[in-house]
């Protein structure tokens, strides 16, 4: 492996990985993100390899193992270069028809295309899904077309071509410039200028400066990070880079979650072949500047995200948030000056550097510029990982690249911002999605996570899964959170178990917005934010959990009733004998009766039931 | 407290790591990482192993080890279930599915049967969320997975 000693030989090696693409005709990439891979994407790649072989088409044919594509409901996914088709649910053993049909008779595997979800007609390349047609993707654009275990496949794609134009014409404070003017903000969930942090800690004398990656992705439903790091990891290595280069530092740490293994074995990958490539380490590309980045593994603590939090669980310690200020800027690792930011906004950096502030500023709304990631998940067609220019609607984000509500269903609301946002419902579907507009109706952008419900979704108990999650992940430093969630909680439970008050909704609201007042960090600040939004968009629903003892979307157990319908009942003893608590009587061939003074909700006799006669509400 | 699962050679190979470091600032929940993968799990004698070791009280080695849920102070069964509880694997069925867990195995969430086969707990996102709702079970990744799955999956072990 060469050192790259200059811009010009980084140039060779970027002319030699284009030569080497234009020689093979044909690229079969396939998905190797953590979703596609537990579902076998490895046995297909090497089974495409084998068929190759058998053909001897190896030379023409080159089969790469990519990072996410973002189509994760259909994966595994398979897509061929350069006709853009794109094969959904490939299993291993469609690997030798894939090479024998379509590189080798130049046919397309119809029973492998998409298929629309509407017309049902197959469709013959990503180009044309409606999945894909309004993405623009600046932070994911190299996942699921490089391989990111191969650092010149990256350099291909202009990689490190930024870290190079910093290095040699650029001084540090115009790199702030350049970020400050793109007008970036962090994409870890506050949107606090990046350029503003960086100006900041580049203006604090130390012997000792960090850049920081926060990789603790630990909302729920969010998986934009790990996919980042899993499909390009350089360019995130490449940023951080860039970012000593502008603060005068040259220590850089990521902080990623244990749970991600791939993750962490592909960023160890890149930090690796950058160093050997002479792009971290001492003197990168032959100049005076030196930088080099280490791989701190969290534990599995959700306010660690918070970025006090993160420096003193990377120190070693409870992962403690404290007052700001200071900022880490000013004060962070070690009492040192450190920028944290989050792994898409780092993303987001190289292409700012080499396109310019203004191309970045042309894109999303004038408050809010370029695109965001957002990871569709829940109750929607189609589950995945989609970037889009901010000011695109809720409505074009869930119907039209999201496919919708599975099953036909109707819409109810969507989850944006995870733990810490609320809950948007039909009427907000218009509304452009930006930092400013989701903050201003009662919710906010996260990191990106999207949790779409249907009608089968309950709001109460849907506020009360994420008072469950931030409630035991308090860190229990201040009392507003420690003990406001866990009176949240208890209250939510309550009203979920049809033993609630109307003075329990007021006491709800009450002391939501003392938590939000007085609470140390964002993690207490924003915790109420689910029982807002929900008691706000859905009240109708509180009142019928309270006053009816009802819960109109089925799902609180405790307040369900199951009726056997007369009619429909032939009498077959079958849901009396499956009854574990004796609540069901009846004789045989007689209609039978629930006891719901015994009956414990399990539900077992509506399962067992053949003749549809039982019904819940 | 069995011996052979904190027999010499465990504490030897942690005692080698700690001294390998070329600092010990800051190293202390990197230390218990390795701990735990030689380990197991972090019961108090490796607490007050890695304590005298890296010169750190035996109270902050004990509030970092309960303070952070990757960290476990009872040992794990011979195949760990992982039930995803994320927003996406919520609101798409994971809870029966836990509870089915939980009936088939007779235990509750983080705990582990008595023949030291299986423990269960419940975690917050995998980031598989295209597979909702997921199990993991050790590094195998369960997609989709109902209430009828769990009991095929169990017989699997």
Redesign the interface.
Known sequence: MARINSCEELCNVKAKALEQQKNQKITILVCGG??CK??NSDMIVKNLRAALEEEHLTDRVNVTMTGCFGF??K?PIVKILPDNTFYTEVKPEDAAEIVKQHIVNNEKVEKLLYKDQITNESIPDSKHMSFYKKQMRIALRNCGYIDPAVIEQYIREDGYQALAKCLTTLTPEEVVGMVKASGLRGRGGAGFPTGLKWEIASKYDADEKYVVCNAD???????MD??ILEGDPHCVVEAMAICGYAIHASKGRVYIR????LAIKRLENAIESARAHGLLGDHILGTDFSFDIEI???????VCGEETALLH???????EPTTKPPFPAESGF?GKPTNVNNVETYANVAQIILKGADWYRSIGTEKSPGTKVF?L???INN??LIEVPMGTTLREVIFDIGGGIKNGKRFKAV?TG?PSGGCLTEKDLDTPIDFDNLVAKGSMMGSG?M?V?DED?CMPA?AK??LE?TQEES?GKCTPCRVGTTRLLELLTLICEGKGEMKHLEELKELSEVIKDTALCGLGQTAPNPVLSTLNAFYDEYLAHVVDKKCPAGACRKLLSYRIDANKCKGCTLCARNCPNNAIEGKVKEPHVIHNDLCIKCGACMEKCKFGAISKG | MAMDSLSKEKFEELGTYIDSLPSK??????V??RAQGIFGYLPKEVQFFVARKMDVPTS?VY??VT?????SMTPKGEHNISVC????C???GAEPVLEEFKKQLGISCNETTADGKFSLNA??????????PVVMIG???Y?RVTKDMVKDILAEY
């Open positions: 953590t979703g537990s579902s994760c409901e994966g992705e630990g909302d729920p439903g969010a998986f790990r996919s244990a749970e991600y293994p701190t593994f969290g534990a599995g603590a959700f669980s990377m120190e070693g310690s409870r992962g070690f990871a998940a829940g109750k589950v995945g989850q995870g996570g949790i419900m979704s849907v899964f994420y999650f860190c | 600032k800051g190293e202390l929940i990197r218990l990482h902050k509030g970092v303070f952070y849920s990757y960290f509880l994320g927003t996406a919520y609101v798409r975690l917050r996102c995998v980031g598989a969320c295209g597979l909702a590094d195998k990744v997609g």
